[in-house]
């Protein structure tokens, strides 16, 4: 019903930034937050932001102060800017949308690697 599409990942060198971006569509009723996830392989998937319609922005920790997420004014397209990344961050990071009241929609994932 909601199709999520991710860009913007790629190799980038430690220190250096990329740009990931989400759009939603399909038919929906209203998108009430989007957010990244992010799974490297043999690890569970952790949250790395979301903006939420009502609860605001939330980070995790280890990308606070490197990473910025915004969404546009239709609340249907998301970008996760990423500063000073490191190696660490290599992950498949994974786009989703929550689909009033609470249904949950998932890209595809895109690729970050980092080197050292």
């Known amino acids: 019903q909601v199709r999520i599409v991710e860009s913007g990942g790629g190799l980038v060198q430690a220190g250096g930034s990329l740009r990931l971006s989400c759009t939603a569509s399909?038919?929906?009723?209203?998108?009430?937050?989007m957010g990244w996830y992010c799974q490297a392989p043999g690890n569970e998937r952790e949250l790395v932001a979301a903006?939420?319609?009502?609860?605001?922005?939330h980070y995790a920790d280890f990308v606070k102060t490197r990473f910025t997420i915004s969404r546009d004014g239709a609340k249907t397209t998301a970008w996760l800017q990423m500063d000073s990344l490191t190696v660490e961050d290599t992950a498949t990071y994974l786009c989703?949308?929550?689909?009033?009241?609470?249904?949950?929609?998932w890209g595809q994932g895109t690729q970050v690697t980092v080197s050292p």
């Open positions: 989703y949308a929550e689909e009033h009241p609470g249904f949950f929609n």
């Open positions: 399909g038919s929906f009723f209203k998108i009430t937050q």
């Open positions: 903006d939420s319609d009502g609860g605001g922005i």
